[in-house]
């Protein structure tokens, strides 16, 4: 199982970056996908889910800036950022969630970093 994810960078505030995170190895369509950050100092939090149906739900404080997405012909999940904010600098991370078994996989880190 592979989960890879990339798009993180440098950002002026009030700039966009959009994060991709391709799945391998598992059965993408029917996992709930979901995206995480973690700030310095911070504990993880989650960011946004999409569910194999389609909902979805985000923490507040993204909501109205951050879309996610997915597409199961391409075994990715998206993160589109906009209006980004300092605030948002976090190691952003993708996970899978299989609803069947439980199972849970955690990609490694992308840096998003947003400048004032």
């Known amino acids: 199982v592979q989960l890879q994810a990339s798009g993180g960078g440098l950002v002026q505030a009030g700039g966009s970056l959009r994060l991709s995170c391709a799945a391998s190895?598992?059965?993408?369509?029917?996992?709930?996908m979901g995206w995480y950050r973690q700030a310095p100092g911070k504990q993880r939090e989650l960011v946004a889910t999409?569910?194999?149906?389609?909902?979805?739900a985000y923490v507040d404080s993204v909501k109205g800036r951050f879309t996610i997405s997915r597409d199961n012909a391409k075994n990715t999940v998206y993160l589109q950022m906009n209006s980004l904010k300092p605030e948002d600098t976090a190691v952003y991370y993708c996970?899978?969630?299989?609803?069947?078994?439980?199972?849970?996989?955690w990609g490694k880190g992308t840096q998003v970093t947003v400048s004032s």
């Open positions: 996970k899978a969630r299989n609803p069947w078994d439980g199972m849970q996989y």
């Open positions: 190895g598992i059965r993408f369509n029917i996992n709930r």
């Open positions: 999409i569910t194999s149906g389609g909902s979805i």
